[in-house]
């Protein structure tokens, strides 16, 4: 029996996951809420903080003025991170803001992310799900899943939507890629920002002089935003709308595959589809963390957050939790998962969620319907794990199947 702490003896931040059980959360994060929802946390700084693992907690604390995202005042939660204070949010990284620098933002955007606008670009979403699902009929069983339809999918659309050519994408995949990895060095980090700001402002100048008729077109003709500001929230459109779709296509196809009877129920029911997505995103959680830092004394769950004190969000706990989901270590694609926090809560909610679930609504039950005989093309416990990134999923997915 392993041993769980009191509530006043400090833990770090469990991340290793079992062996075999590539969907679920670390172990010791359930132990961990089981015991209280909020823990004290020891960061590898040496902060004295707190884990929260509790749906009702963790979602508390997203509406919460109280606490802030602002980079510069949080802790980083993971080992082999960067030492010491973290530099403010760069120009354009709403993800590291307060209000009301965060509102300006959000209010420019969220006009241009509407449910009605994201559901119209539902056609140009089969048409390019059935392009590259046609590509994969071409090369024939025996791809990378992530390579040939999970990455592609969402880059060809959030490419066409910003107005960034597609062609260019290893230019700035490579920066995307090394932005969101956990144990990267400050430096490189750093380095990938400026590659993929250089790049944007190339696009930027463009647009000033010739707008197009797509989101960068439309902001550099519209909007008041300075040029440094445009080329901060395009990078940050681009990295977003890459890596956390492409990830939750991949990851959702591998607990597809690995949940026969779940994959056959969406594959024989395509109306499933939207209530199947909202299932997947609960279970799978690919953005698992964040942090917020109080900016005064906060009363929670009887304990008192200090000022000053960061706070550690576990969304994959959150959304595991017995409290708010019956049986919520299985994946029930008939599940109501509503509620789930996978794209956060509060003024900090995922801008592109309505574009994420066209995407996945799309292209999950097409490349079941397409290849009805689909599978894993080497042992589960092959699949190389993304363990090291802010956004979980799988580096690869080889898949095979049945040619008619």
Do not use: K
């Not at 942090?291 to 009363?299: M, S």
């Not at 066209?358 to 363990?387: K, M, S, Y």
């Amino acid at each position: 029996m392993s041993h769980v702490p009191s509530q006043d003896t400090p833990v770090t931040l469990p991340t290793q996951r079992s062996v075999g059980c590539p969907f679920d959360p670390p172990t010791g994060l359930g132990e961990l809420r089981s015991r209280a929802p909020l823990t004290r946390m020891t960061y590898p700084d040496g902060h004295l903080g707190w884990l929260a693992t509790g749906h009702g907690t963790v979602r508390a604390i997203l509406a919460d003025p109280r606490f802030s995202s602002r980079y510069e005042l949080m802790h980083y939660p993971f080992p082999g991170g960067p030492e010491g204070p973290l530099p403010p949010a760069p120009v354009g990284d709403m993800t590291g803001m307060d209000a009301p620098e965060h509102t300006r933002y959000r209010r420019l955007l969220m006009g241009r992310f509407t449910v009605r606008r994201m559901r119209r670009l539902t056609e140009r979403v089969r048409e390019i799900t059935a392009e590259r699902l046609d590509e994969m009929e071409r090369l024939g069983p025996g791809v990378d899943l992530v390579e040939v339809f999970a990455r592609p999918v969402p880059a060809l659309l959030i490419c066409e939507l910003l107005g960034v050519p597609y062609a260019d994408r290893e230019r700035f995949q490579g920066h995307a890629d090394t932005i969101m990895a956990m144990d990267v060095s400050p430096e490189d980090r750093y380095a990938a920002m400026v590659g993929l700001q250089e790049y944007m402002a190339e696009l930027v100048g463009a647009q000033r002089t010739a707008p197009t008729d797509d989101l960068l077109g439309d902001l550099a003709r519209g909007s008041d935003l300075t040029d440094e500001e445009l080329v901060g929230v395009g990078g940050f459109l681009l990295a977003a709308g890459l890596d956390t779709t492409a990830n939750m296509i991949a990851h959702g196809t591998f607990a597809l595959l690995s949940n026969p009877a779940q994959a056959r129920a969406l594959r024989t029911d395509p109306d499933l589809a939207p209530q199947a997505v909202e299932e997947l995103l609960r279970f799978l959680t690919v953005a698992h963390t964040s942090v917020r830092t109080a900016l005064e004394d906060v009363e929670l769950d009887g304990r008192l957050i200090r000022a000053g004190e960061s706070v550690t969000l576990s969304f994959e706990a959150a959304n595991r939790d017995p409290a708010r989901f019956a049986d919520p270590d299985a994946l029930d694609l008939r599940r109501a998962a509503t509620g789930h926090l996978a794209f956060g809560h509060g003024i900090h909610q995922c801008l592109g969620q309505q574009l994420a679930r066209v995407e996945l609504t799309v292209a999950l039950p097409a490349l079941l319907g397409r290849f009805p005989t689909l599978r894993l093309a080497v042992p589960a416990e092959q699949v190389p794990l993304r363990t090291d990134m802010n956004i979980y999923g799988v580096h690869r997915l080889p898949v095979t199947w049945d040619q008619d």
